[in-house]
């Protein structure tokens, strides 16, 4: 059973800083994209960032592009989502999850596995 649990989120001030982290049990972790989603009150899901199993490619939502860096440590097995510049729109749950597909990665169901969540808040 795979387990991804985030850490790093907080309330920040606009144009503030956050690094989220999640960190993936099993000794596969390099063989997978992962992703980052988020999710705020009274809307869906939505795709942020993802990253190849090696980390020679990401991907990211237009709303974060040149604000948000997603990175991961293999040898750690751990990935990273890199939050500058942040804005009050950018307040949600953020999810990390295991891809199964690069062709997917930008959708939820292209992911078999998912953290519980950690609350980002991003006040004016």
């Known amino acids: 059973q795979v387990q991804l649990v985030e850490s790093g989120g907080g309330l920040v001030q606009a144009g503030g800083s956050l690094r989220l982290s999640c960190a993936a049990s099993?000794?596969?972790?390099?063989?997978?994209?992962m992703g980052w989603f988020r999710q705020a009150p009274g809307k869906e899901r939505e795709f942020v960032a993802a990253i190849s199993g090696a980390g020679q490619t990401t991907h990211y939502a237009d709303s974060v592009k040149g604000r948000f860096t997603i990175s991961r440590d293999n040898a750690k097995n751990t990935v990273y989502l890199q939050m500058n510049n942040l804005k009050s729109e950018d307040t949600a749950v953020y999810y990390c999850a295991r891809g199964s597909s690069w062709y997917a990665v930008a959708a939820a169901y292209g992911y078999g596995y998912w953290g519980q969540g950690t609350q980002v808040t991003v006040s004016a």
């Open positions: 099993g000794r596969t972790f390099s063989n997978y994209a």
